[in-house]
């Protein structure tokens, strides 16, 4: 009885994942994914390089590095995020 249960748990693990389909690997929505992780990585260094010049733990030299990657990785984010809503906007003007 045990057997078919995980017989049975097997079977179904597997239609499941076959019904939900994973999106291509070279998806818009996957590049979004992965911009955004690398921009929240970004921030996170910075964040942890500052933590470390406070309390004495690296140089000057690391951080002005890291806000200048932070910054750099801002105003990237902004860009995009610009670029975004012109493109929505140009949709809404469309003829329909």
Not at 25 to 35: D, G, I, K, L
Not at 56 to 63: F, V
Not at 66 to 92: F, G, N, P
């Amino acid at each position: 009885m045990d057997i078919k249960k995980s017989l049975a748990a097997q079977a179904y693990a597997q239609t499941r994942s076959a019904a939900t389909p994973e999106p291509p690997p070279n998806s818009a929505e996957n590049s979004a994914a992965q911009f955004l992780g690398t921009f929240a990585e970004t921030l996170q260094r910075g964040e942890d390089t500052a933590r470390a010049a406070m309390t004495g733990g690296a140089d000057p030299h690391a951080l002005v590095a890291a806000l200048a990657s932070s910054q750099t990785a801002v105003e990237t984010v902004i860009t995009v995020r610009d670029r975004v809503v012109e493109a929505y906007q140009e949709i809404l003007r469309m003829p329909v």
